[in-house]
């Protein structure tokens, strides 16, 4: 089986080192100068390279990875998340709409880890960072954020659909990535997923679906919108447990605290994604 590279357009590479350098020091958010610097631009044509790119200026964005942000967003948006939930609504800011669907796999399916099944793979390149994303003829079922290497993601995939056909096919895999990432963004796309986890798993994927763009919640939280309070840690566990990448947005459950916590594809990342979405939010709102 064959490995694909993806290639990066070199202001892309760019932007994703400037913006993981932003995460990881959004403690103490390193100056113009100290992010230019590290790119090997002058000041003047990194501010416009990040601008064009994110869309707002670095130091606007290091505001979005802070603590406080986070702080500020469960201050105002645990209250309303229980009526979105109930309503089933998404976020009001949103560029563009992805209607989700869910489709699960039966018991059957669950344990042939998907013998009979066609799964279409291909990496890509997305605001975050590369990535593998996977498709049956019934929808998408794996999104992977690639961490260190392509190696660990196919792994991940074999071990997951050990019994399907595996074919490489980033062509196939172009219309979901437009979609996701690349596409108009006035329009509204729709998206089928193809779930494969016990059924509390996939109670709390199609929960954390609920979840408003640009809002977050808490585990505890979660675990209370499924009606299973004492259930959190099972909760923690089942999200942690989530291979479907920014679709099902576990990005967007964080800690009590305040602080962002965990992520399957990195800390980091998390932080940008957050963000990101608090990016556009404000500027749709």
Request: charged letters at 30%; proline letters at 6%; a positive charge.
């Given at each position: 089986m064959t490995q694909h590279k993806v290639t990066h357009h070199p202001a892309y590479q760019t932007m994703e080192e400037a913006l993981y350098h932003l995460a990881e020091n959004a403690h103490a958010p390193p100056s113009l100068k100290a992010l230019a610097d590290r790119s090997g631009l002058s000041e003047f044509h990194f501010q416009k390279m990040f601008t064009r790119w994110v869309g707002i200026s670095p130091k606007r964005f290091s505001q979005y990875l802070s603590k406080e942000y986070i702080k500020t967003l469960l201050d105002s948006g645990m209250k309303p998340l229980d009526a979105c939930y109930q309503a089933g609504l998404s976020g009001p800011g949103r560029m563009h709409e992805l209607f989700i669907n869910t489709e699960a796999m039966s018991p059957a399916q669950y344990r042939g880890m998907g013998k009979g099944l066609v799964i279409h793979y291909g990496m890509h390149d997305s605001p975050f960072g590369s990535y593998l994303i996977a498709a049956t003829d019934k929808g998408i079922c794996q999104l992977n954020f690639i961490n260190d290497n392509e190696k660990q993601v196919m792994a991940e995939l074999k071990a997951n659909w050990g019994q399907a056909t595996l074919l490489?096919?980033?062509?196939?895999?172009?219309?979901?990535?437009?979609?996701?990432?690349?596409?108009?963004?006035?329009?509204?796309?729709?998206?089928?997923l193809l779930l494969k986890g016990t059924n509390f798993q996939i109670q709390v994927w199609q929960a954390l679906l609920k979840i408003p763009f640009g809002e977050i919640t808490t585990y505890e939280e979660v675990?209370?919108?499924?009606?299973?309070?004492?259930?959190?840690?099972?909760?923690a566990s089942a999200i942690a447990r989530n291979n479907i990448a920014w679709?099902?947005?576990?990005?967007?459950?964080?800690?009590?605290?305040?602080?962002?916590?965990q992520y399957r594809w990195g800390a980091p990342r998390k932080k940008i994604i957050l963000g990101y979405e608090g990016c556009v939010l404000s500027a749709n709102t």
């Open positions: 490489e096919d980033p062509t196939a895999t172009e219309k979901y990535h437009r979609k996701i990432f690349a596409g108009n963004k006035t329009e509204k796309e729709q998206i089928t675990a209370n919108l499924m009606g299973k309070p004492s259930a959190t840690r099972a909760s679709l099902i947005p576990c990005h967007r459950v964080v800690r009590k605290i305040g602080d962002s916590g």
